[in-house]
Every structure is written in structure tokens, then in C-alpha cells.
């Protein structure tokens, strides 16, 4: 009887501690994104405007400046299992010489939007790749079947 129960015993342990130290390492890893999220933010929006500038969206305009809302709302991509991170931005735009938007009287509008970000495990990356006219909230549940929220 001791010949079965003690190995399962044990089986039930080491399952139980690599529940528990899987857990903790997910919120070590939430926390340090947190912090360096607020570290490195107005790196962060800086890297995001670049990013946004050059894959030529909106179509005749340049991205004059990016806003970070103060903080990011966290969420897992399913897909992967990295953490993204949805900042609130407020973006001015420009026109670009020629691109046929310098007589659109909307140019000069802030417009709201979401930055999405990926967490590396180091640092954050972005694409520039950004939700127009949705809160971070919005995009979780727009995207909530390839996003999992984070609870704060």
C-alpha cells in the first residue's frame, strides 16, 4: 500500500509546488513589466511614435506626438502567452507635404487611441501598431478573444 500511495503522494507535491512557483513568477513578471512600464515611459512614447510614423498610417500624415496615458493595462496574448500592454495615447498629427491632406481642416484634431506593446520578458517593444478611437478596456474586450485581461 505505502509502495502507491507515497509516489503519488509525491507526484501531488511536486505538482502543487510547480502550481505555486509557476504563479509567483507570473507576478514577478507582472510587477516588473508595471515598474518599468513607468520607468521608461517617455522612452516608450518616443520608440511608439517612431515605430507608428514609418509604417505610413494614416495615409498623408506624420505623427507629431504621442501622449502615454500614465498607465498600462496589462493583458496576455493567447496565442503566445506574452504580456501586451495597452497604453491610452493622445496623438497629434501632421500632413506630409503632397500626401493631399494639407487643406483637411481635421488634421490638427487630438485624436485618442490605444498603443499596444509587447513585453519581452526585458523590456517593452513596439510595432507602432495602434486601436483609433478605443480605450485600452475597449480593446480588451474587442480583441477579448485573443486577449486575456490582467487583473490590477
Known amino acids: 500500500m ?16 510547480w502550481i505555486v512557483w509557476r504563479r509567483e513568477r507570473l507576478r514577478r513578471e507582472i510587477v516588473l513589466a508595471s ?3 513607468a520607468r521608461y ?7 511608439f511614435r517612431a515605430a507608428a510614423n514609418v509604417t505610413g498610417k494614416p495615409r498623408g ?18 496565442a503566445n502567452g ?3 500592454g495597452l497604453a491610452g495615447v493622445t496623438i497629434a498629427f501632421e500632413a506630409v507635404e503632397g500626401g493631399g491632406m494639407e487643406e483637411v481642416e481635421a488634421v490638427s484634431h487630438l485624436r485618442a487611441a490605444t498603443a499596444i506593446l509587447t513585453w519581452t520578458g526585458r523590456e517593452w517593444t513596439t510595432t507602432g501598431r495602434a486601436a483609433f478611437n478605443l480605450e485600452p478596456r475597449e480593446v480588451l474586450e474587442r480583441y477579448r478573444d485573443s486577449l486575456t485581461a490582467i487583473p490590477t
Open 2 to 17: 505505502l509502495r502507491v500511495v507515497l509516489p503519488a503522494l509525491l507526484i501531488a507535491i511536486a505538482i502543487a509546488a
Open 35 to 37: 515598474a518599468e512600464f
Open 41 to 47: 515611459r517617455p522612452t516608450l512614447q518616443e520608440d
Open 61 to 78: 500624415l506624420r505623427w507629431k506626438s504621442c501622449d502615454f496615458q500614465d498607465n498600462v493595462v496589462l493583458a496576455r496574448d493567447r
Open 82 to 84: 506574452r504580456l501586451i
